[in-house]
């Protein structure tokens, strides 16, 4: 039997919601269930809104988002096990993008563990693999203590989700909060980890000394203060600084023909960016033998890691830092450099595209060439006062975060899986309210959150989603025609379905577009409809962009 708020007394869910809202956050992405009703009713007082989704991994996408845009961890609230089950699998998306973020899932009463409770489970187990720590509460008066401790874990060092399970009867019980807990800002604020003056100095001279070096960032340097970071560090240092957040790695089509310039580096600072398969493990031929190596990480097994990876006498200089604050650091002891020569022969193989494409057409006049989408798309990004590009899915995907650029970019990112795009689009617009949002996906990519489209409806929540349909899971088509030849391409087809139809039944605003030239007036009706909106697009099954200079951009005909 529920208990209910009595008097002055709390019952555990109360401390929780309470420290939460201590701690500034405003927001809970949730999916309902018995296990954290309490929670619910809790949020009412403590001032915490919920936007409530139709997919516990949703829900996980959307505090991931929420993570990476606000640089605070999102929250998502989900129920014990199947909807943990259900949330877990999104967790493993937000740590390869090291975005903060805290689960909360509902969990069986502490009373009844090992007696076969309702939907007992081993919730901590299973999300420890994909998590910076995971643990359960066992003390009503402690949420307010798991709760900071959750939201510090999760900023700390290299960011990334961390899990809290909920018994029921921990969340049921009355109790006084624990005296001397910590509130505020201040609490659940991480610990900095200063990068000395002596080891900034020492950078430094080894960044002076090399004839070619580049900084390489990893994801948590995409967007806000840490994009703020790079565009400082180059600007003061002279020093070309590359963020690398897609499995693609070198050859992320978005870094234009970046893999040329790499290959001539004669010493890379790799902060937080971890030498792994994104940079071919450090080994020739993507870079150079000689090649030296700065690596500074959060993290001293990372540090450990890169060291047993590159091969001995590589690593010139080592430390743990958290790597915005190293990179602040940088700046502050620069001294003006001289001839920026290399910096601008590297900004130039980033920005490359093929001349060919901003003419591209597609062959047939019917469906379109994914340039001609990314194009109109730009048009509309450039314009927009605060836009972001969402961008996931398979060669559309690549296409599009080839072809589109945004001050603001969300990608699905290293973990290289697909689906999070929607929910992605709707914690943007819940952070900025005033963005313009566009998300960019294939057809396949869409039917992983279609249903969002509801939530985004109930909750006001406008953005513009707009699908590559080549009625296929094309990636993993074009690996079957490379692979095993065309007369054994099978099982990956989809039907080219008119998901804008599915949409507008949401509530949505859709657009089905087959040719070029009706692409930016049905955009154009998209955001003046200020309801989410899904255009869905008519494409050319093309394999994804690999740009070169001087060679033809494959797909490109
Ligand atoms: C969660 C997850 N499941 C499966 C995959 C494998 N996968 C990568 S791309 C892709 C095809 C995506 O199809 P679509 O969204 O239509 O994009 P297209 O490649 O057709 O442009 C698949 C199945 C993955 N990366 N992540
Ligand atoms: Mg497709």
């Excluded at 809790?42 to 915490?48: I, P, Q, S």
């Excluded at 081993?122 to 009503?140: F, G, H, L, Y």
């Excluded at 909060?177 to 080894?206: F, H, K, M, N, Y």
């Excluded at 074009?478 to 507008?504: F, N, S, V």
Aim: proline content about 8%; overall charge negative; some cysteine.
């Amino acid at each position: 039997m529920p208990t209910t708020k009595i008097g002055s007394q709390l019952r555990g869910a109360d401390v929780l919601a309470q420290a939460l809202a201590g701690a500034g956050v405003r927001h809970l992405f949730s999916l309902s269930g018995n296990q954290i009703m309490p929670v619910y009713d809790a949020a009412l007082d403590a001032g915490l809104a919920i936007t409530h989704v139709r997919h516990e991994g949703a829900a996980v996408h959307m505090a991931d988002a929420w993570g990476r845009l606000t640089g605070e961890p999102g929250v998502a609230l989900v129920t014990g096990g199947p909807g943990h089950a259900n949330a877990v699998g999104a967790l493993y998306t937000a740590l390869a993008a090291e975005s903060p973020l805290v689960l909360l899932s509902g969990h069986a009463p502490l009373s009844e563990l090992g007696r076969g409770a309702f939907q007992e489970m081993a919730q901590t187990e299973i999300a420890a693999p994909v998590t910076k720590a995971s643990w359960r509460a066992s003390d009503p008066a402690m949420l307010g203590r798991d709760m900071e401790r959750a939201l510090r874990v999760a900023r700390a060092g290299r960011p990334g989700p961390v899990h809290v399970s909920l018994p029921f009867d921990v969340l049921e019980a009355g109790t006084e909060p624990e005296s001397g807990t910590r509130t505020g800002q201040e609490a659940a604020s991480p610990d900095a980890q200063p990068l000395p003056d002596a080891t900034v100095d020492a950078v430094l001279a080894e960044l002076g000394r090399a004839r070619r070096p580049i900084v390489l960032a990893g994801p948590v340097m995409a967007n806000g203060r840490g994009r703020d970071a790079r565009e400082g560090l180059a600007a003061a240092t002279g020093v070309p600084v590359v963020c690398m957040e897609s499995p693609r790695g070198v050859n992320d089509p978005c870094l234009g023909a970046f893999a040329e310039v790499l290959r001539q580096a004669d010493l890379l600072l790799l902060l937080g960016k971890q030498p792994d398969f994104t940079l071919r493990f450090g080994a020739p031929p993507a870079i150079a033998a000689g090649c030296r190596f700065v690596v500074i990480d959060p993290d001293p097994p990372a540090l450990q890691r890169a060291a047993g990876t590159l091969d001995p006498g590589r690593v010139a200089l080592s430390a743990v830092a958290e790597p915005i604050a190293a990179a602040e650091a940088l700046i502050a002891r620069a001294r003006p450099s001289g001839g920026r020569e290399w910096q601008r022969e590297v900004e130039e193989a980033v920005k490359f595209r093929p001349p060919e494409w901003s003419t591209l057409r597609s062959a047939s006049g019917g469906p379109l060439h994914p340039v001609e989408v990314g194009r109109a798309v730009q048009q509309i990004l450039d314009r927009a006062r605060d836009p972001v590009l969402i961008s996931d899915g398979g060669e559309f995907g690549q296409w599009a975060q080839a072809c589109v650029t945004a001050p603001t970019r969300l990608i699905n990112g290293p973990a290289g899986s697909i689906g999070s795009a929607v929910p992605y689009a709707l914690a943007a617009r819940v952070a900025r309210p005033a963005a313009t949002v566009v998300a960019m996906l294939g057809d396949g990519t869409f039917g992983f959150h279609l249903a969002e489209f509801d939530t985004a409806v109930r909750a006001g929540l406008p953005f513009v989603a707009v699908i590559g349909n080549d009625a296929c899971w094309n990636a993993e088509h074009q690996i079957q025609l490379r692979t095993y030849g065309r007369e054994r391409a099978h099982g990956c087809e989809l039907l080219p379905a008119r998901y804008e139809q599915a949409a507008a039944a949401l509530g949505a605003h859709g657009e089905h577009v087959t040719r070029a030239a009706d692409l930016p007036a049905a955009l154009e009706r998209a955001l003046a409809s200020g309801r989410p909106a899904c255009v869905n697009v008519m494409i050319e099954r093309v394999p994804a962009p690999t740009v070169a200079r001087g060679a033809a951009a494959a797909g490109a005909h």
